[in-house]
């Protein structure tokens, strides 16, 4: 019983990460398609009202926050993962290659920061990281240049 667990570990561990994947892209397209929809609104409403422009910027960068956190809640989920299938290969005297490889995503989350060629570039480019960042400083922008309208 206790091999059959041993071959199945793989795949439990692939399926984890599978689920933890679509998990990330799932937001991923819901936070696209929200940002889409607010700019919309904020294009439609920007010169007739001031103050739901500025209330849709402040969504707008709060939505950011949000889901890019939820991105660093998936990324640590995806570290535990992998370090529970790194405790087992350690702990039954495995070998990595004696598997087909359970993760095939960005190195950062396998723990080898110190294997990082641009150590502080990179890290800001990956998608998940980058997109909401991006859209947080475009509502910013807005959000700055709304206040000062509005002060006008």
């Given at each position: 019983m206790e091999d059959i667990k041993k071959q199945n570990f793989d795949r439990e561990i692939r399926k984890l990460l599978d689920n933890e994947t679509k998990l990330v892209n799932d937001r991923m397209m819901w936070f696209i398609l929200l940002q889409g929809l607010l700019l919309a609104g904020f294009c439609s409403i920007f010169?007739?009202?001031?103050?739901?422009?500025?209330?849709?910027?402040?969504?707008?960068?709060?939505?950011?926050?949000?889901?890019?956190?939820?991105?660093?809640?998936?990324?640590?989920?995806?570290?535990?993962?992998?370090?529970?299938?790194?405790?087992?290969?350690?702990?039954?005297?495995?070998?990595?290659?004696?598997?087909?490889?359970?993760?095939?995503?960005?190195?950062?989350?396998?723990?080898?920061?110190?294997?990082?060629?641009?150590?502080?570039?990179?890290?800001?480019?990956?998608?998940?990281?980058a997109i909401p960042r991006l859209f947080a400083i475009s509502w910013i922008v807005i959000l700055c240049y709304c206040l000062y309208k509005l002060s006008l």
């Open positions: 010169s007739k009202d001031i103050v739901v422009s500025i209330v849709i910027s402040v969504i707008g960068i709060f939505i950011s926050i949000i889901i890019r956190h939820s991105f660093w809640e998936s990324e640590k989920a995806i570290a535990f993962i992998l370090s529970k299938w790194n405790k087992f290969i350690k702990d039954n005297n495995f070998n990595y290659d004696d598997y087909p490889p359970v993760w095939c995503g960005y190195f950062d989350t396998i723990l080898k920061k110190n294997d990082m060629i641009w150590k502080s570039l990179i890290p800001f480019l990956i998608h998940y990281k």
